[in-house]
């Protein structure tokens, strides 16, 4: 793994930085970049934005790795009072939302978190939406999967997401790419040992073309999350190859990450999704995606600078 990526996901689970960076004075400013606010309102302002641009959107209430049963309710509601404004506001036919389960109870109740899960997904069904369950380190993917399972019994819609950098999502994606199952393709933002993932960049690319392909020659709807201009070209020539055309899979990209190519793309006729996190608990994304992409790192760490 990358000595600089390595250390930003360390400083993700520190409380030193975490309150050095929440407190500088240009903080805020920047991560406007990258979360949409910390209301339902503002969230919503931002899914009206994006929506009358073209794109699509899937939002996500921030918080992760709950230990505590009124925190996840907590979340419950968040998630309950978004999906009634994005009905109310005409905006549930462009915007779903994606759910982290540890979130709502994941990682000291399973039964809690299905439980949660399918408050939501009943709440989305009412609002005219759909849900995604996010996917986090490797010691969740079997429980998220389980989870997946039991939700899709109600409710086939409920899409899945995969990450390339581990070495069993080829078998996970075989087994979801059937009909009607929506499945979002990443390549995986959490540290994870060598023994279940790629550490190789290299290798976490050829892993999500293979997992693409499979995709693409499922019966599934595939999503696309990706930034990298070499991988969107080359699941462009990949869906042709398919005989998948606009509107049979989808890009993602993240909030204020590429927005001039998310508007290319939906020009030319493609569905483009954007991952629209808000809510107050927003440092533990922002490192992620620090890591994720050095440029992201540099633009911070620049405003930092010339601002704090």
């Known amino acids: 793994m990358n000595p600089l990526r390595s250390l930003i996901l360390a400083a993700a689970r520190n409380g030193t930085i975490r309150r050095l960076v929440a407190t500088a004075p240009v903080s805020r400013d920047v991560v406007r970049r990258f979360v949409a606010g910390e209301t339902t309102a503002e969230a919503v302002a931002v899914t009206r934005r994006l929506v009358d641009s073209g794109l699509t959107v899937t939002l996500d209430h921030l918080g992760e790795d709950t230990t505590d049963a009124a925190l996840?309710?907590?979340?419950?509601?968040?998630?309950?009072?978004?999906?009634?404004?994005?009905?109310?506001e005409g905006l549930s036919d462009r915007a779903e939302v994606s759910v982290k389960l540890s979130a709502v109870g994941q990682m000291f109740d399973?039964?809690?978190?299905?439980?949660?899960a399918k408050r939501i997904c009943a709440a989305a069904e009412a609002a005219?939406?759909?849900?995604?369950?996010?996917?986090?380190?490797?010691?969740?993917?079997?429980?998220t999967l389980r989870i997946l399972g039991e939700l899709r019994s109600t409710w086939p819609w409920v899409g899945a997401v995969?990450?390339?950098?581990?070495?069993?999502?080829?078998?996970?994606?075989?087994?979801?790419a059937t009909s009607g199952s929506r499945v979002r393709l990443c390549k995986g933002a959490y540290k994870e040992p060598e023994t279940v993932a790629f550490q190789d960049p290299i290798e976490v690319d050829k892993s999500y073309v293979r997992c693409?392909?499979?995709?693409?020659a499922g019966d599934g709807y595939p999503k696309f999350a990706t930034?990298?201009?070499?991988?969107?070209?080359?699941?462009?020539?990949?869906?042709?190859?398919h005989g998948r055309k606009p509107g049979s899979f989808e890009h993602q990209m993240l909030f204020g990450i590429r927005p001039d190519?998310?508007?290319?793309?939906?020009?030319?006729?493609?569905?483009?999704?954007?991952?629209?996190?808000?809510?107050?608990?927003?440092?533990g994304y922002l490192m992620r995606r620090m890591a994720e992409r050095?440029?992201?790192?540099?633009?911070?760490?620049r405003a930092l600078a010339s601002r704090s």
């Open 294 to 301: 050095p440029a992201n790192t540099a633009f911070f760490l």
């Open 261 to 283: 190519e998310q508007l290319r793309l939906a020009q030319l006729g493609h569905t483009v999704r954007v991952y629209v996190p808000y809510g107050g608990e927003w440092y």
């Open 128 to 143: 005219g939406t759909t849900v995604t369950l996010d996917m986090e380190d490797h010691t969740t993917t079997d429980s």
């Open 212 to 216: 693409a392909n499979a995709l693409l």
């Open 227 to 241: 930034h990298d201009p070499r991988l969107v070209r080359i699941i462009g020539e990949r869906a042709d190859a």
């Open 162 to 176: 995969l990450q390339s950098y581990l070495h069993r999502t080829l078998d996970d994606v075989t087994a979801l």
């Open 110 to 116: 399973e039964d809690l978190a299905l439980a949660n």
């Open 72 to 88: 996840a309710e907590q979340t419950v509601q968040a998630y309950l009072e978004l999906l009634d404004q994005l009905h109310a």
